[in-house]
T-cell receptor, first 111, second 115 residues
Framework: KQEVTQIPAALSVPEGENLVLNCSFTDSAIYNLQWFRQDPGKGLTSLLLIQSSQREQTSGRLNASLDKSSGRSTLYIAASQPGDSATYLCAVRDGTYKYIFGTGTRLKVLA | GAGVSQSPSNKVTEKGKDVELRCDPISGHTALYWYRQSLGQGLEFLIYFQGNSAPDKSGLPSDRFSAERTGGSVSTLTIQRTQQEDSAVYLC?????????????FGNGTRLTVT
């Protein structure tokens, strides 16, 4: 059974710092992996999707990498800003269509 | 619409009452998911619809939960005889298909409180 873990559960950094969020999964047979952010009281906003054959994806200050063999993905945020404060979740899609979610990393960027 | 729309945004109900939650996916999206997010927990898969195929109901926690999707578009999640443990945020998501490069798009959710 696929399990997704995100470490740390919470992170607080000063503005301007580069940071890395981690996501690990137990079964490497994934279809794709998606990173989301969730603001309080809101739904999830898709940030990046990495297909199983890809190693990384970039969007602006965000870069997500995928290492299927080791069951890990990282989300790198460059030059963090207070507006980046949110909960970040990763989800892996198994061989069917189900997405299995981690419990998220709650990020706070201090001004 | 521009995004996935869910209604109501908040629902407070008394234990034992039935509730209906609505999801309007992005136009043209054939795949529709319902998830439940409880406080401090990850997202829990409930049900999946793909086009006109039979839905995958394997995540529904009990027979008090049911969902339908009419005309391949709008979906309704119904919870009968609500219990306090049903209190959670119910999230709907859609995607354009089952392709590897089809991201999930979520609505803002319905926060259900059972008193």
């Amino acid at each position: 059974k696929q399990e997704v873990t995100q470490i740390p559960a919470a992170l607080s950094v000063p503005e301007g710092e580069n940071l890395v969020l981690n996501c690990s999964f137990t079964d490497s047979a994934i279809y794709n992996l998606q990173w989301f952010r969730q603001d309080p009281g809101k739904g999830l906003t898709s940030l990046l999707l990495i297909q199983s054959s890809q190693r990384e994806q970039t969007s602006g200050r965000l870069n997500a990498s995928l290492d299927k063999s080791s069951g890990r993905s990282t989300l790198y945020i460059a030059a963090s800003q207070p507006g980046d404060s949110a909960t970040y979740l990763c989800a892996v899609r198994d061989g069917t269509y189900k997405y299995i979610f981690g419990t998220g990393t709650r990020l706070k960027v201090l001004a | 619409g521009a995004g996935v729309s869910q209604s109501p945004s908040n629902k407070v109900t008394e234990k034992g009452k039935d509730v209906e939650l609505r999801c309007d996916p992005i136009s043209g999206h054939t795949a529709l998911y319902w998830y439940r997010q409880s406080l401090g927990q990850g997202l829990e898969f409930l049900i999946y619809f793909q086009g006109n195929s039979a839905p995958d109901k394997s995540g529904l926690p009990s027979d008090r939960f049911s969902a339908e999707r009419t005309g391949g578009s709008v979906s309704t999640l119904t919870i009968q005889r609500t219990q306090q443990e049903d209190s959670a945020v119910y999230l709907c998501a859609s995607s354009s298909g089952t392709g590897e490069n089809s991201p999930l798009h979520f609505g803002n959710g319905t926060r259900l409180t059972v008193t």
